[in-house]
């Protein structure tokens, strides 16, 4: 065990004895807190590896959607947001992607890891940082991204018991180390009708953190006008199922082992990002399968012609595109959702696109 490992266990583990349990959400907000304050995870010799990190595709195709809006829109002036950026390299590529159209916006970035906003102003020197929305700009429209950032905020965890539904929280034993278990009080007002009566076991996930970021950057927009681009895995319809997830080497962990060294994630609900955004009247695109959009914005041409000037690269474009859209990898997973002021035009890539077989 590391000394970083050490003290985030010995941290959680005194909060545990002093105050009791502590929520599957505590733990994971702390946990991840000092994994991301720790160092940069990402990349084939980290823990796991992003699709703007696969290829420049990606941040260009967001490019190319943002470009799209912002043309046929054309704000006076507005701002380019990125949350949770990681290494900033979906940022550098679809900010060179948005010159080439004549678009260069001020970029800022929340992010509250410093370790990752070392490795953010090396790919973006001119970035403005942000602990939190509140500090964004009033002024003009927001031109917002989050690729895999809601999937890294804290879920609330409910199990249906014999007794009713309970939130599930984290306990220490020197033994047996970090384990969930059900907690006393009933949480049954906190799950939804349809699911009330589920089989025994069955789990019920909520983010907090993820429905007030989105209220809040909706309201903004609502405000202010303006776009958001999210990315991520997850699900479109209200659903059961235990998706707290721990990754380390790109291979599945225990969660409740090695708080702060492994990455801690759950499927980001799509249903209720999209009601918050909804009810701060905000229209809505998606969510749509990363690789219908992706072929939809063009992905293919421009691996062909990425792959006509760089030959000797060819193999690796192809494969990086397939990784990209394919449904077996990234392209069925991953869902795109965008949101955006009422009068603006209606966002690309949202139609239904046929699967398309490998270049
Ligand atoms: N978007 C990047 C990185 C995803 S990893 C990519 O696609 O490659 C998650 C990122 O969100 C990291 O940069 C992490 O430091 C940041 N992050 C996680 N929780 C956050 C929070 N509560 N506030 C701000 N940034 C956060």
Request: aromatic share 8%; net charge negative.
């Amino acid at each position: 065990m590391s000394p970083d490992t050490k003290q985030i266990a010995v941290r959680l583990t005194q909060q545990i004895e002093a105050s009791g349990p502590i929520s599957v959400a505590e733990y994971m907000r702390v946990a991840n807190t000092a994994y991301y304050g720790r160092a940069d995870p990402l990349g084939k010799d980290g823990d796991f590896i992003t699709a703007p990190e696969i290829s420049q595709m990606f941040g260009e195709m967001v490019g190319i959607w943002l470009s799209d809006m912002w043309l046929r829109h054309r704000p006076a002036t507005c701002h380019y947001v990125e949350l949770g950026p990681g290494r900033g390299t979906l940022a550098a590529d679809a900010l060179r992607t948005m010159q080439r159209f004549g678009w260069e916006p001020a970029v800022h970035f929340v992010e509250n890891s410093p370790a990752m906003r070392a490795k953010q102003l090396q790919a973006v020197p001119d970035a403005i940082f942000h602990d939190n929305l509140e500090s964004l700009p009033t002024d003009a429209p927001l031109f917002v991204v989050a690729n895999e950032f809601f999937d890294a905020l804290p879920v609330r965890q409910m199990v249906s018991t014999q007794a009713g539904w309970r939130e599930r929280v984290v306990v220490h034993d020197i033994e047996a180390g970090f384990a969930a278990m059900a907690d006393a009080c009933a949480t049954d007002d906190l799950i939804p009708e349809q699911f009330r009566a589920a089989a025994v076991g069955s789990i019920y996930e909520i983010c907090p953190d993820a429905s007030s970021i989105m209220h809040q950057l909706s309201d903004r927009l609502a405000k202010q006008g303006g776009v958001m681009l999210i990315i991520d895995y997850g699900y479109t319809q209200p659903a059961l199922g235990d998706t707290l997830q721990a990754v380390q080497s790109h291979k599945y962990a225990d969660p409740f082992n090695n708080p702060g060294q492994v990455d801690l994630t759950a499927h980001v609900d799509f249903f209720e990002l999209s009601n918050c955004a909804k009810n701060c009247g905000l229209m809505l695109a998606g969510p749509s399968d990363q690789g219908a959009w992706l072929l939809g914005l063009g992905i293919d041409q421009r691996a062909q012609h990425l792959a006509a000037s760089n030959p000797d690269r060819a193999a690796d474009i192809t494969a990086a595109r397939n990784r990209l859209v394919e449904p077996d990898a990234m392209g069925a997973l991953f869902k795109i959702l965008a949101t955006y002021t009422q009068g603006w035009p209606q966002p690309e890539g949202f139609g239904l696109y046929p699967a398309q077989s490998a270049i």
